[in-house]
């Protein structure tokens, strides 16, 4: 894969096992992963997983470096809300991609309308900018008028939607059978190889 890192965004929306397996899968594909975390976030894994995510940077770096058994300090930076010298927040040294995982209709409203009240919404902000490639994930049931309408302004600009939907014609036997079918399209949309699920036909 060409880019230099990919940024993963975590949002309080429901669905904290599909970001836990695109970290973990790019890692295995040694993939560098620049990580924004919201403080929603943290309430939505410690709820779905029953991860107390350290508040702590260093601490939640090493903490989840060993819960996704990867010894390479070098994959994995984070950055904090309001960390505004992140290289993300700059169209300097912005991400080729950028993955929103889960994207709860807050975050997708704010970058519709160029909000950057955090690093999360700059982030993706740059990346609307640039042209580069912004990935949602979004996850929400049943979908307003307005969630419907933010989320045609940004496909309109490029953005690319993806919601949270599992499919079933591959016999999933478990959860991680439908986590790893939505993390699967994902990594298709960034070129990263896998192995998660097999392929139609």
Known sequence: MTQKFVTVAVTGASGAPYFIQLLKSLFAAQVKVNLLLSSAARIVAATELELE????????????????????????????????TAPVASGSNPAQTMIICPCSMG?????????????????????????????????????????????????????TIMPASPGFYHQPRSIDDLVNFVVARILDHIGVKHNLVSRWG
């Not at 993706?124 to 307003?144: C, F, G, H, N, W």
Request: charged share 25%.
């Open 53 to 84: 995510l350290p508040s702590d940077k260093p601490a939640l770096k090493l903490f989840l470096l060993e819960y996704l058994e990867t010894s390479d300090f070098d994959l994995l930076e984070i950055y904090g809300k309001e960390e505004w």
């Open 107 to 159: 975050t997708l409203s704010a970058i519709a309308h160029g909000a950057s009240n955090n690093l999360i919404e700059r982030a993706a902000d740059v990346i609307l900018k640039e042209r580069k490639q912004l990935i949602l994930l979004t996850r929400e049931m049943p979908y307003s008028s307005i969630h419907l309408e933010n989320m045609l302004k940004l496909s309109q600009m490029g953005v």
